[in-house]
């Protein structure tokens, strides 16, 4: 045989298809007094080296090869992975390199993240305890304020708490049903004026945008209605300290019970065969006095007030036939409300399917109406330069005026949504020239009111 590794050890390694060797034969194969000499079973051919890393194979004809391991102090899986830069191979006398094992960066990578996670565990509990720590005796005492076991247990609510620490806002939820919780969204915004667009089909009224938005289980019942109900039943208790109101009844806000909810009804079907189902689905709030009314000669506010628009028949909202307790008020149209100037006639081309069916600007009262709206962009069009012009804002401020002189709250819709720089602007020229209610999507952008921040190059008005 050639010559061997000084100080190695031959271990012999059965190919992986070599299945008719036994580890017994293998054994005696390896036997100490076979070491160095010629094997019989051995059959004579050429032999090359195998070079990986530290480790040299001898290859053997078929199935017997020999594994040559240093025999050094240092453990084998030190042996296997210590980095070699070469190696010399006793039977062709060259020293060759030994390719180097990649390393394994991921290793390093996790160990990191997870030293990292740990330290920023460690500081988050650090600032926990912190911070309760530095409370002192009234902060902690305010903190755990009427929990179990605790001082002011079971005193921290009382019968009208739904709404308190919520002021009401003059803005008006603008399709109010397309949010993910309808009604109860814009009252925690304190908004007091929510929209439902109803559609008649079998004789109930679906709310939706539409038809083909409609479901089974989304009526103004389900939606408003009850909700509604249970609100201001929670609101106006009874009880042994108030066993019968001597005031009015209180509405849905609890900072100022006097502010009526104004439910404005979208009517998107035919008006006039849709009206009866509209006037009896608010017959349980007016059994319990919550809706807004004329009594004949004045206005009696109630929680709620109910408008009627887009193809709300003005003719049966003005009737006392048609409207018996006169608690379904109009929505007039702003565009004919002028302090100045010709008035138009009629409102045939307003964009939300409402009609007046040619009804003069002076049918539309206190007794009758409630809101006088338009769509911006019918009146305004582009603001050139993100701005208002003179003439855009003096028709502004005539139309405002002229529904101030006729006892009803301006609404403009349809205002640009985007950018949201130029929205915030024209919010703010609106609420500065006097407009009642704002018509809104973005709620908390509307609640926040602190517009004037916005500053661009349209900030001038």
């Known amino acids: 045989m050639p010559a061997e590794f000084p100080n190695s050890i031959p271990i012999p390694i059965l190919p992986k298809n070599d299945t008719s060797r036994t580890t017994d034969d293998l054994d005696s194969d390896t036997d100490s007094s076979s070491i160095g000499s010629s094997h019989p079973s051995l059959e004579p051919g050429p032999r090359q080296c195998v070079h990986v890393q530290d480790v040299t194979y001898k290859s053997q004809p078929k199935w017997k090869n020999v594994l040559y391991l240093p025999s050094s102090h240092s453990p084998w ?37 997870l030293v990292v996670t740990l330290v920023l565990a460690f500081v988050a509990l650090l600032s926990v305890f912190t911070g309760v720590a530095s409370k002192n005796g009234v902060d902690r005492l305010i903190s755990l304020w009427g929990t179990p076991g605790q001082i002011g247990e079971g005193l921290s609510s009382w019968p009208t708490d739904f709404s308190s620490g919520i002021d009401p806002i003059p803005c008006h939820s603008h399709n109010d049903y397309w949010r993910r919780v309808p009604l109860y969204s814009a009252i925690s915004a304190g908004c007091i004026g929510v929209e439902a667009d109803i559609w008649l089909y079998e004789e109930e009224l679906y709310v939706g ?9 989304r009526t103004l019942n389900n939606l408003y209605i009850n909700p509604l109900i249970d609100i201001l039943s929670h609101q106006n208790p009874i009880n042994s ?46 059994d319990r ?173």
Request: proline content about 6%.
């Open 77 to 113: 899986w030190k042996t296997l992975t210590s980095p070699q830069s070469d190696a010399t191979c006793p039977d062709c006398s060259k020293t060759k390199s030994v390719p180097q094992r990649r390393p394994r960066h991921w290793k390093g990578c996790s160990l990191g993240i």
């Open 209 to 217: 945008h539409k038809a083909e938005s409609l479901t089974r289980n």
């Open 241 to 286: 300290f108030y066993p019968q109101r001597s005031t009015g009844l209180a509405g849905v806000f609890d900072t100022n019970p006097s502010q009526s909810l104004i439910l404005l009804i979208d009517f998107k079907s035919a008006g006039e065969a849709t009206w009866p189902y509209v006037l009896s689905a608010l017959q349980p709030l007016r």
């Open 289 to 461: 006095n919550y809706l807004t009314h004329l009594n004949g000669t004045e206005i009696i506010n109630g929680p709620i007030t109910v408008v009627g628009t887009g193809n709300t028949p003005f003719h049966l909202v003005a009737s006392e036939q048609s409207n018996p307790h006169l608690d379904v008020f109009f929505d007039a149209p702003l565009d004919q409300m002028r302090a100045t100037g010709p008035q138009s006639g009629n409102r045939q081309d307003r964009n939300d399917g409402s009609r007046s069916n040619g009804t003069a600007s002076e049918s539309f009262t206190a007794m009758n109406s409630y809101y006088a709206s338009v769509s911006f962009v019918k009146v305004f069009g582009h603001l050139s330069g993100g701005r208002f012009s003179d003439k855009q804002l003096a028709t502004l401020r005539d139309q405002i005026l002229g529904t101030h002189m006729k006892g009803l709250k301006s609404r403009y819709w349809e205002l640009p949504h985007w950018p949201i720089s130029l929205r915030n602007h024209v919010w703010d020229v609106l609420v500065k020239e006097g407009v009642d209610i704002l018509n809104v999507d973005d709620l908390k952008g509307a609640t926040d009111r602190d517009w004037t921040q916005t500053k661009r190059w349209w900030s001038k008005s």
